[in-house]
C-alpha cells in the first residue's frame, strides 16, 4: 500500500497511436522466419535465468507476492513456455497437410498458418511478469506484434520488463515497436478492444469480459476470453493423504489465493473429512504472513487489489452466519494496523450450497472444504458452480481419479496432482461456463494466434486439372441433374455395387447425353424420390 511511482493514464488517441506503430512493425515481423523469432526468445530466456532473483522482487514490489510465488508462478512458467515455444513452436506453425477428400481425390489440401497482424491483449494483476511475457512470447513466436495493456494495479513493473524487452527486440534484430505497452484503466482497455487490433485476448473478470465481448462485437473483433475460476479440488477416501496436504495448502494459498486455476472448493471423502482437517488446521494457522521483501521469509503475502480483503472477509463472514466452521483465519485487519492489505489464510469447513462463497469466486487466501460420501454426489457438487476453469482429483486408484475427473465441466484436470496442466506448455489453458471460451497456451492457443488459411492445389498438376463435366457446362444439359444423381451414387453409394450402377449411369450420361431420362433410373436414385 505504498506509492511506487506514476504512470500515464493512455487516453483511447495514445492506445490507437500505439496499435498503428505495432502495425508498421508487424509488415516486417512476419517475414521473419522461425529461427529469428527462436533467437529473440533465447535472448528473453537467457536474460530471465540470469536475473531471476531480480524479476521476482519486481514482481513482489509490484504484487505482494513472496519471492517463491514469484519464482514458481512468474519465472518457471514462463522459461517453460519459452522452451516449449523454441522446441515445438514451428512444427505445429508449419504448413499442415490435410486429407483431400472423395471428390477432391485429385487435389493435395493444407493448412497454413498466417501470422494475425496485431494482437491486443489485456491483462490481471496478478502475475506482473507471467501475464505480460504469456501472450508476447507466443504472440512473437506466431509472427505478430502485440500491444498489451497491463492492469492499473500492477504497473509499476512494466518500467523494468519493458526495457527488458526492448533490449531483447534489439538484441535481436527485431523492430523495436514490436511491443507496446498500455498503461491507464478500463477506457484504455476498451480502446484497444476497438482500436482494429486483429484479435483480442482477454484475461481478467467474467464481469469485464462481457464488457470486452460486447465492444469487440462492433468491430466484430474475435476474442479469447480467459476469466474467473473457483477449481474443484476432490479427495476420495484411498487418496495418499501424506501427498494431498501439502499440495492442497499450495493450491489455497499461492500467490495469497490470487489466481484464477486456484484450488478453491476443497471436496473431501467423509471417511477422511476429520483427518484431513486434522492436518491442515495447524499448518495453516502456523503459515508466516509478511513484507516478501522483508528479512525473514514468508509463506503468504499481501492482497494486491484495493478492497480485496474486504470483500474476501465478507464471503467469510457470510459463510460463518450460515452454518461453516472458521478453524483458521478469517479476521481482517487495517491496512495501518497490518503494515499493508493482508487477509490471513483462512479454513473454513462445512461449506455448502446456499453461502455466497459456495457460488462467488474468492480470489484470496480460503480454502473452504466440503464433505461428500459418493463419486455421484462430488460429481454433482462440483459442477454445481458457475465456473469451470481448472479441477484436481486425487485418489488411491488412478482409474478412479481419471473417471471422476472425466465427468468435471471444467477446461483442465489434474489427476493426483494440482496445476500442472498449466506446467505442460503443450496443453491449451481456459475453461468452460463462465470460466470463458477459446484457449490460450498450448498447440491451440498457439495456432489461434494465426488466420488458419486453407489452400488446395492439384496433386498431379500435369496429369490432371479440374475441368466442368460437359453436362454442366453453361448452357447445362438437359442430362445435368441426372449425372450429378450418378456421380453421388457412384461416390457415396453404400457399397460396390451401387457405386457400379453410379459408374454405370454416368458414363451412360456422357456417351447418350440425350438419354438421361432412362439410363440414370436406379442409380442414385432413392426409391422415395
Ligand atoms: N483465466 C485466466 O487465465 C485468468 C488469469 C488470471 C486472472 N484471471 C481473473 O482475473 C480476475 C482478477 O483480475 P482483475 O481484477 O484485474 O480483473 P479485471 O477484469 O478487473 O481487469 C482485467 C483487465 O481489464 C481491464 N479493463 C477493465 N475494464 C475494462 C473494459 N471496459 N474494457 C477493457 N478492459 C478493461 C483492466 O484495466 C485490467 O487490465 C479474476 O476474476 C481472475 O480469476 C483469469
Same mark, same amino acid.
Given at each position: ?175 523495436? %515497436? ?19 487490433? *486483429? ?42 493423504? %501424506?501427498?494431498?496436504? &501439502? ?22 471423502? %467423509? ?126 486408484? &488412478? ?17 493426483? *496432482? ?19 471460451? *477459446? ?91
Amino acid at each position: 500500500m505504498q506509492l511506487l511511482g506514476h504512470l500515464p493514464a493512455m487516453s483511447a488517441a495514445e492506445v490507437k497511436a500505439r496499435i498503428a506503430r505495432a502495425r508498421e512493425a508487424s509488415k516486417v515481423w512476419r517475414r521473419s522466419s522461425f529461427s529469428q523469432r527462436r533467437k529473440l526468445l533465447r535472448i528473453l530466456l537467457k536474460f530471465i535465468v540470469e536475473n531471476t532473483e531480480t524479476i521476482c522482487r519486481v514482481s513482489a514490489r509490484d504484487s505482494g507476492k513472496p519471492l517463491l510465488d514469484a519464482i514458481v508462478g512468474e519465472v518457471v512458467v514462463t522459461c517453460e513456455k519459452i522452451h516449449w515455444l523454441c522446441k515445438e513452436g514451428e512444427r505445429y506453425l508449419r504448413p499442415e497437410s490435410r486429407s483431400s477428400g472423395i471428390m477432391s481425390f485429385y487435389k493435395a489440401a493444407r493448412v497454413e498458418y498466417i501470422p494475425l497482424g496485431v494482437v491486443g491483449a489485456i491483462v490481471p494483476w496478478n502475475y506482473p511478469f507471467h501475464n505480460v511475457l504469456n501472450p508476447l512470447t507466443a504472440a512473437l513466436f506466431a509472427g505478430n506484434a502485440l500491444v498489451i495493456k497491463v492492469s492499473e494495479h500492477a504497473s509499476w513493473s512494466t518500467g523494468y520488463y519493458g526495457r527488458m524487452i526492448s533490449s531483447a527486440l534489439a538484441a535481436a534484430g527485431a523492430p523495436s %515497436d514490436l511491443v507496446q505497452i498500455v498503461t491507464g484503466y478500463g477506457e484504455a482497455g476498451n480502446a484497444l478492444v476497438t482500436g482494429g487490433v *486483429d484479435k483480442v485476448i482477454f484475461v481478467g473478470s467474467t464481469q469485464v469480459g462481457k464488457l470486452v465481448m460486447r465492444a469487440a462485437a462492433d468491430t466484430l473483433t474475435p476474442v479469447v476470453l480467459e476469466l474467473g475460476g473457483k477449481d474443484a479440488f476432490i479427495v476420495t477416501e484411498d487418496a495418499d493423504l %501424506d501427498q494431498v496436504v &501439502q499440495i492442497s495448502l499450495k493450491a489455497a494459498y499461492l500467490n495469497c489465493g490470487q489466481n484464477c486455476a486456484g484450488g478453491e472448493r476443497f471436496f473431501v471423502h %467423509d471417511k477422511v473429512y476429520d483427518k484431513f482437517l486434522e492436518r491442515v488446521t495447524p499448518l495453516i494457522r502456523n503459515l508466516r504472513q509478511g513484507n516478501p521483501l522483508g528479512p525473514q521469509p514468508v509463506d503468504c503475502g499481501a492482497m494486491c487489489m484495493p478492497g480485496l480483503a474486504e470483500k474476501v472477509h465478507g464471503l467469510v463472514e457470510d459463510a460463518v452466519a450460515r452454518g461453516a466452521l472458521l478453524l483458521a483465519g478469517g479476521k481482517l485487519r487495517s491496512a495501518s494496523e497490518a503494515g499493508g492489505q493482508f487477509y490471513p489464510p483462512t479454513l473454513l469447513a462445512d461449506v455448502r450450497p446456499g453461502m455466497k462463497i459456495w457460488e462467488e469466486e474468492v480470489f484470496g487466501p480460503v480454502m473452504s472444504v466440503v464433505r461428500w460420501s459418493t463419486d455421484d454426489e462430488v460429481v454433482a457438487l462440483a459442477n454445481d458452480c458457475p465456473f469451470g476453469l481448472g479441477s484436481s482429483v486425487f485418489a488411491g486408484s &488412478q482409474r478412479r481419479a481419471r473417471a471422476i475427473a472425466s465427468r468435471l465441466e471444467a477446461g483442465m484436470s489434474a489427476i493426483n *496432482d494440482f496445476g500442472t496442466t498449466y506446467m505442460c506448455q503443450s496443453l491449451p489453458f481456459g475453461g468452460v461456463k463462465h470460466s470463458g471460451f *477459446d484457449r490460450f497456451a498450448g498447440i491451440e492457443g498457439l495456432r489461434g494466434l494465426c488466420v488458419p488459411k486453407s489452400v488446395c492445389e492439384d496433386r498431379f498438376p500435369l496429369l490432371m486439372k479440374s475441368s466442368i463435366p460437359p453436362p454442366w457446362e453453361f448452357p447445362v444439359k438437359s442430362n445435368a441433374v441426372a449425372f450429378g444423381r450418378s456421380l453421388v451414387a457412384m461416390f457415396y453409394g453404400p457399397g460396390l455395387i451401387y457405386q457400379a450402377a453410379g459408374l454405370a449411369a454416368l458414363l451412360h450420361c456422357l456417351v447418350f447425353p440425350g438419354a438421361h431420362g432412362k439410363t440414370a433410373r436406379g442409380a442414385g436414385k432413392s426409391k422415395a424420390a
